[in-house]
């Protein structure tokens, strides 16, 4: 990547610019839970209204009842005892047992820490993470954590209540991404160990996790190939969902002249021009293959994904993650998918 770089004079898509930031402090996790309750969690709880069953899955049925079988209805919950002593076909109804594992995976790797707004990914990583953890905790699930940077730091069990939430929040508040020197961003060009490499997250979810869970993948993605087949070997067992971590200044620079580039994984820095329309197009053009080529990545694994942008609003993108959850769920039982939906799914 680095070769790749100097020849070409371009900038990979997660090089962006670095600008100086006013040194703020950083609240507390109560701080950031209280203020997620009061204004993202209860705006939630008006606008899914019963849609949490769409949002997750628990891992078992139960036999709630039996009624005559109806078009479209599945012939494997035919119950055939019940259907020759009635001389009518009669199917099983069950119920879902809500009591479910969910489990994040968590990319906290020096990418992640850039935002070319008032947010970095990292804080929309944190209030996502905080959001779902007191969703699920709420009806007495239990959420766990495997954090990575350097290679993964801990390993949270999964546990529920407040306070549980409360520690796995300031756990990724503890994982902070150390300052490139120039003696480590040498150290990591001359080798291989200076990228994120999410495959080391994925297999030790793999060999972690052994009951059937939920995974949430948050990350940007920004890593070393060899992640995609971990990744699809984890939807086999488990229900998976890829959380994209976007920035819009990853897609597209604006014209700000000359600025200076910093490999938040390396610590390199290149100096370019951005009042050159050609650079600012290939740049484009750049990041728009490596976008297409991660979302095909991602379907081919099998995962549904969630795009979380650092200017978007959290509560509108879980919103339409589960509308589109439950579009698919209806396409499978055989239903249609409405239009405005068909090009996101």
Known sequence: MIRWLRREKTPPPHAVPN???AETATPNAE??????????LRQLDGLLLGDYRTLMRGAGLDLADLREYQMHDDVRHIDWNVTARMQTPHVRVFTEDREMAAWFLLDLSPS??????????????AEFVAVLARLLTRHGNRVGALLYAA???KMIPARASR??????LHAMQ????AATTKKEAARARQSSAGGTKLSELLLAAANTICRRS??????????????EKPLGQLATRHEVVAVRLTDPLELALPDLGLLTLRDAETGEQLLVDTHSPAFRRRFAAIAAQREAELRGSLARAGVDTLELSTDDDLASAIVRFTDLRRQRARVAAGGGMPAHLRKTA
């Open 163 to 168: 306070q549980h939430v409360l520690h796995l």
């Open 151 to 153: 290679g993964v730091e």
């Open 31 to 40: 701080h950031i839970l209280r203020r997620l309750e009061w204004s993202v």
């Open 174 to 177: 503890s994982v902070q991404p």
């Open 19 to 21: 600008p100086p930031r």
């Open 214 to 227: 939920t995974i949430f993948v948050v990350s940007d993605f920004i890593s070393e190939p060899g992640w």
């Open 112 to 125: 992640v820490d850039f935002g070319s707004g008032p947010q970095r990914k990292r804080q929309v990583s």
